[in-house]
């Protein structure tokens, strides 16, 4: 059975040193630290690799975050991994649970998550649902 857990979040993004190697290819570092609320309570940080290209709207990011809290009512933690590009200013995204990434009461979860960034707010859309452990 597939859930859906909706509500907004708060992101901080530091910008962080990069190898020599993304700097010529003008790849840029930044730490992530996030709050979500609503359904999902929790916390998060990771790592984000971005490019921008010169047509204005259109980039690239990549990034992993490990987010920790409750869905739901479940008490645990997972790991995001990201994904996604904007292609002049056109979305695509694709942020997935890491499989076996979860722990505690998350034990089992899979799912995707969207994100909508509106007037300067963030807010997500979590789809997901559990499977048997063995």
């Known amino acids: ?17 990069a190898s020599a190697q993304a700097d010529a290819a003008v790849i840029g570092r930044r730490s992530l630290d996030k709050q979500f609320h609503g359904d999902l309570e929790a916390v998060s940080s990771g790592e984000m690799l ?15 975050e490990k987010v920790s809290g409750m869905l739901a009512g479940k008490h645990g933690g997972f790991v995001l991994q990201h994904a996604s590009q904007m292609v002049r200013g056109q979305p695509f995204q694709s942020i997935r649970v890491v499989p076996d990434s979860a722990t505690g009461d998350l034990l089992g979860l899979d799912g995707e ?11 997500y859309v979590f789809e997901y649902s559990f499977s048997e452990q063995s």
């Open 113 to 123: 998550m969207r994100i909508d960034i509106k007037d300067g707010e963030h807010s």
């Open 50 to 64: 971005s490019v921008m290209t010169d047509v204005d709207g259109s980039m690239a990011y990549v990034a992993l």
């Open 1 to 17: 059975m597939i859930s859906k857990a909706t509500g907004t979040f708060s992101v901080k993004l530091e910008l962080q040193p």
